[in-house]
Every structure is written in C-alpha cells, then in structure tokens.
C-alpha cells in the first residue's frame, strides 16, 4: 500500500516535470486574465469595529431623547458640563421636538460662557414651548444675551 502510494507521488512529479514550459505561463496567463467579481461600495470599506468611533445615525427616538437629559441632569448637577452639552444636544437630534433638552441645552451653553449656542437654543425652546410660563423668563434671558 505504501509502496503504490509513495510511485503515484513520483508519477505525478514526473508528468508536472514534463509538461512543457509555454503550458505552465499559459495557465498563468489564465488565473491573471479572470475576472475578478465587482465590489459594491459597501464592501470596499469594511464596517468600523469599534461602536464607539462609527458615526451615530439619528431618528425619531423620544426615550432615548429622554433617558439623554436625564443623564445630561447628572452631570450638570456635578459641573461636567461638556459631557453634558453632548448628552443634551445628543437629545435634541433624537427628538428636535423636546422642548425641555433645548431649555436645558441653553443652561449648559451659558455655563460654558458659549452665548451665540445659548442664545440659539433658547430661541428654539422659546419656539416649541411658548405657552408655558418659564418661557417668559427665557425671552427676558435672551433679551439680556443680546
């Protein structure tokens, strides 16, 4: 059994010897010339690994809105308030409509003495919660930021 085994191997070696050397550049020539499959965009550019470095896509997501100020709230209670701006802008591109996370985002801008965003925010809460009375002190609030 060895002994058959061991004269196929030399067989095969001795017929891969004699085949001629134009043959052997020809099946080269072949595995160059195929085509290779397109790609899709997609694939070109394999998807970032690391959740925490991908680009965050926003929709429609009022509890996570929420559950962002209210995070937001701790760390203005413990005077982080650049972890806090991006927890409460973070809130307002859930949902844009949140009257409370652009109230909360204007604090937290004039904490970080940055009153062009301040302003910007109270403007938009001005705007979305008009008829409830704290918008009044916000108004006085922006008429002193101008």
Known sequence: ???C???LVLVSLASAQQQPPEEKGQQKKLETQRP???TSPQEEIPPE?????ANQEY???PLQSQKDVAVGNQYFKNHKFRAAELRYTSATKWNDGYAD???RLGEVEEHLKDTDKAKAAYEKYVELASDQ????EIKKKLEKLK
């Open 5 to 7: 085994l061991v004269a």
């Open 59 to 61: 929709s429609f997501n």
């Open 49 to 53: 690994e690391d959740k925490a470095l």
């Open 133 to 136: 009375k704290k918008a009044a």
């Open 36 to 38: 290779k499959p397109a």
């Open 101 to 103: 996370a652009w109230l």
């Open 1 to 3: 059994m060895f002994r």
